[in-house]
């Protein structure tokens, strides 16, 4: 009965100083207030995109052609396209699409990453190296062109954008997972779980990826603003969305033709694009020293 009670003090322990370093890294979350501010705009923006096409009543494909290139008013926000189409509507959506595109994109290359890495570092030996040179080997390789190449071999498909940026973004990740899960094998829990006769597959998944979470969550979130950019360069040479679909991108490579005669046109996506990245890079740095203290002391 002592040793079962040790056992299931042991449980509650580890649980509350876990939950206790997720509280103490919100509380300094939230002492850092541009990373604070950052947060509550990328939610409103996150808000706005998904329920704001619910919303209004103009449909960002809806076209006037008697209304073309109209300025910002009461009628039309942010004005209208060449077609006629209110451009706060559109911007709305393609604010939905650039970041579902940024996120499943993120989710693709965090799954990709994390596994490849962990395994390749809890592996060690021979199978490390010739695993970390392959990743060497596809970083020299020029990611633009590949995924071009991709959408060429494969169709321009909205599924396919993400999945074949996701496809080239895990590198980074891969290597950083690798970085940790070589320091955390030598740990002592770890050896203690492989003494008790834990097999490898319930020490990497219940013992070691529970503690690659933090560099996780602050890759993901500086991972998905380089996706969102990346998806721009698509959409300026023309391999992006397809209309009549927009993406923040897509609407800033529009408006930069239309610029002389209508600057609204690429001002207002512009804004949303370059104030959603800035949002993003303050609260990964802001969770980058939240989770790691001694990172913000250096």
Sequence with gaps: MSIENTKVQNLISSSTKSS???????????ANRLA??????????????????????????????NNTFAAPGSTHLFGTDNLGRDLFARVLHGGRISLAVGFLATAVSLIIGVAYGM????????????????????????????????????????????????????????????????SLKQAEFIESARALGYSHKRILFRHILPN???PVIV??????????????????????????????????????????????????????????????NFLGDGLRDALDPKSAKD
Excluded: C
């Design 20 to 30: 206790s370093l997720w509280r103490d890294a919100w509380i300094r979350l939230r």
């Design 212 to 214: 690659l979470i933090g």
């Design 119 to 182: 395994t390749s570092g809890y592996l060690g030996g021979k199978m490390d190296a010739l695993m970390m040179r392959i990743v060497d080997i596809l970083y020299s390789l020029p990611f633009t062109i590949f995924v071009i190449l991709l959408m060429v071999l494969f169709g321009r498909n909205f599924v396919l954008l993400f999945i074949a940026i996701g496809a080239v973004e895990w590198l980074t990740m891969a290597r950083i997972t690798r970085g940790q899960t070589l």
């Design 219 to 280: 890759y993901a979130t500086l991972t998905v603003p380089a996706v969102m950019l990346l998806e721009a360069v698509l959409s300026f040479l023309g391999l992006g969305v397809q209309a009549p679909m927009s993406s923040w991108g897509s609407l800033i490579k529009e408006g930069s033709e239309k610029m002389d005669i209508a600057p609204w046109l690429i001002f207002f996506p512009g804004l949303f694009f370059s104030l959603t990245l800035l949002a993003l």
């Design 36 to 65: 604070a501010l950052s947060l509550f705009f990328f939610v409103l923006v996150s808000i706005l995109t998904i329920i704001g096409p619910e919303i209004i009543s103009t449909s960002y494909d809806e076209q006037d052609l």
